[in-house]
């Protein structure tokens, strides 16, 4: 794992993408689902952010919103703006969107067995988004894609190019899969829990290899996970997801030593650790995250939590600062006076 | 059963690695094992053969030629399928009709393909309204009888070749139409899909470049019964006297002119009908290898 000492230093660096307010519902039978509320943060260029939430907090959704992929009904996007390089992404045409996509922004998803098109050679698919965004000749973009698969850590890349997705093994695919994403060098890549569908070993190398890309190309890196673990090493600043919400925003270490949300500390203690006891058993959060068909009121986590008390059904926190690099949407642990005057968000 | 992760290495002490398969190569060596399939393509290709090869000895004017001193002859060594009610060779229209039969098979599959595709394809893709509207006129083509269809249009537009085909095409598109709908709609919901679009693929590329080639196994077996049934069809409507009028020759239009000979001159019937018995045979066959062979799923080399 990278040392936390080779991370840039937090100089201000320029604004890439700022997400403000999002919103995102989706229509089903069933009723309205409130995936997305309120949402805001920034990413800054070449900056390492980890999303981190339990599965159905609106990580992913998030993201594919800010690209345009949410599939329109019954996805609506009911509020909110995402400022990418000054142009709302909410917005764009789709013609516009899809220059960016594969662009200047990319994403790498989760499960590298299903996200290769299976009939298609893997030079075919590699070479779509050279040619089409950097407008390279098939001869440019074959040469390009051989390239990055070196990059990647394919070995005889040139031979192995004309393959088809079959005749790589899972973690292979991955790299691929960021390869092609690397493509265009884009300055922000978002990477949607690219570890989950393959083994620890394999996990560990792919979370290298983005490590090393990242510090080689210099893009941003948004990371969705939800594992703690990959987060330590990885990022420079964890957004803590929950029910849709932001409840938790901190530079890494202050979230590891000093969680201000009941969630993230309860996620922390969630984690196994080798220095526990054998037999004992693995902590959990007791209940099950909230049904996300209901309009939230009041503190999302509020009926999980151990710290709840009466004013925390009630209205919901907003993001308060705890720190000048911390900030906690909790009534108990960030709502002191002293933390009103550092500032509130959303 | 070996499946193909890892190139395979030559046996043979050579120290490069044999180069792994294409999808095609694997694709023809399933196509291979399969027996019925392999003796149904060797058929068909004789049959192309006689059909057109033949066509070149046995010209049309030699199909048409009338020698009314030598009617309702059976094989001989002149005539070896025999001659029909007003002397013509058998033999050479059964060369001549075979030309057309295969044309008309050929051509309506593709044109009907080609129209189920576009319908199926987005209708399954964009879903919702659009998906609704066609797929309503999809069913009410589906309702009407196809035979009434046949008969009421062929007749309406007269027996000319290329009307026929349009009018098989036009009355049949509902098949592969809904078979292409359905690989739509579960293959656009593939990982694969939404990665295609987040690296900014334009529609019509994911439509025809990513999704198309998914779907192309029934696509291709849909095709190859289309073939046969269009030759079937044509063989219907000409039997009914309302496909391609004569003096040009089909297999169709030569069972027609048999109906009253059944017994006193079998061979009238037997060699046409046996040819198109045996090209809708083989072309059935060749279908059912296709599906095995074109499917990516299946890895067995």
């Known amino acids: 794992m990278t040392a936390s000492s080779s991370r840039p230093t937090a100089a201000p660096r320029p604004l890439l993408l700022d997400i403000r307010n999002l919103q995102v519902r989706f229509h089903t039978p069933e009723g309205t689902v409130y995936a997305v509320n309120d949402i805001s943060y920034k990413v800054h260029e070449g900056e390492v952010i980890a999303v981190v939430g339990e599965s159905g907090c609106g990580k992913s959704v998030s993201m594919m919103a800010v690209l345009g992929l949410i599939p329109r009904p019954p996805g609506e996007i009911a509020g909110g703006e995402a400022l990418f390089m000054g142009r709302d992404l909410l917005r764009l045409p789709e013609d516009d969107m899809q220059s960016i996509r594969g662009g200047d922004i990319a994403m790498v998803f989760q499960d590298p067995m299903t996200s290769l098109n299976p009939v298609l050679s893997v030079r075919r698919q590699m070479t779509e988004s050279l040619r089409r965004h950097a407008n390279m000749s098939p ?43 690397l493509a265009c060098n884009p300055s922000l890549l978002i990477a949607d829990e690219p570890t989950t569908a393959l083994d620890v070993t394999i996990q560990a190398q792919i979370v290298e290899l983005v490590t090393r890309m990242r510090e080689k190309l210099g893009m941003a890196l948004i990371w969705i996970t939800h594992d703690l673990g990959v987060v330590a090493g990885l990022a420079e600043r964890v957004i803590v997801m929950y029910a849709g919400m932001i409840v938790e925003e901190a530079d890494v270490d202050s979230l590891f030593d000093q969680p201000r949300h009941p969630y993230t500390l309860a996620l922390l203690g969630a984690l196994p650790r080798i220095d526990r006891r054998r037999d004992s058993r693995l902590n959990s959060i007791p209940g099950a995250p909230p049904n996300l068909l209901v309009e939230p009121r009041g503190c999302p986590f509020a009926p999980r939590c151990e710290y709840v008390i009466d004013h925390c059904r009630v209205e919901r926190p907003p993001l308060m600062a705890v720190s000048p690099t911390q900030w906690s949407a909790c009534w108990v642990m960030a709502g002191g006076e002293g933390n009103y005057e550092l500032g509130i968000r959303n | 059963m070996a499946t193909v992760d890892a190139p395979i290495t030559l046996a043979t002490g050579a120290d490069e690695l044999a180069p792994p398969l294409t999808f095609r190569q694997m694709a ?42 030598a009617r309702l002859q059976g094989p001989s060594a002149a005539h070896p399928f025999g001659t029909d009610t007003v002397g013509r060779d058998v033999l050479a229209r059964t060369i001549q009709g075979g030309r057309i039969s295969l044309m008309i098979g050929l051509m309506a599959a593709v044109l009907e393909i080609v129209i189920g595709v576009v319908v199926g394809a987005v209708a399954g893709y964009y879903g919702g309204i659009v998906d609704s509207l066609l797929m309503r006129l999809t069913e009410a083509m589906l309702i009407i009888p196809s035979l009434f269809l046949l008969i009421v249009a062929a007749r309406l537009v007269g ?98 002119g048999s109906y009253n000979y059944i017994e006193s001159a079998p061979w009238l019937w037997i060699f046409p009908g046996l040819l198109i018995l045996l090209t809708v045979l083989s072309i059935n066959f060749v279908g059912d290898g296709l599906r095995d062979a074109l499917d990516p799923r299946s890895r067995n080399v």
């Open chain 1, 139 to 181: 001869e440019q973009a074959r040469d390009r894609a051989i390239e990055l698969l070196e990059l990647v850590g394919i070995p005889d890349a040139a031979r192995r190019l004309g393959d088809y997705p079959h005749q790589f093994s899972g973690g292979m695919r991955q790299r691929v899969m960021i390869a092609m994403m």
């Open chain 2, 28 to 69: 023809w060596r399933r196509f291979r094992r399969h027996r019925m399939a392999m003796a149904g393509a060797v058929i068909l290709i004789l049959l192309f053969v006689y059909a057109f090869g033949g066509g070149l000895i046995f010209t049309a004017e030699r199909a048409n030629f009338t020698d009314t001193s």
């Open chain 2, 159 to 256: 027996g000319s070749v290329t009307w026929i085909i349009i009018i098989f095409a036009l009355t049949s598109w509902m098949y592969v139409a809904r078979i292409v709908r359905a690989e739509f709609l579960s293959l656009k919901e593939n990982e694969f899909i939404l990665a295609a679009r987040s690296i900014g693929t334009p529609t019509s590329q994911i439509i025809f470049r990513h999704i198309l080639p998914n779907s192309m196994a029934p696509i291709v077996v849909s095709a190859t019964l289309a073939v046969a049934t269009a030759i079937l069809s044509e063989a219907y409507i000409s039997f009914l006297g309302m496909g391609v009028q004569p003096p040009t020759a089909t297999w169709g239009n030569m069972l027609d």
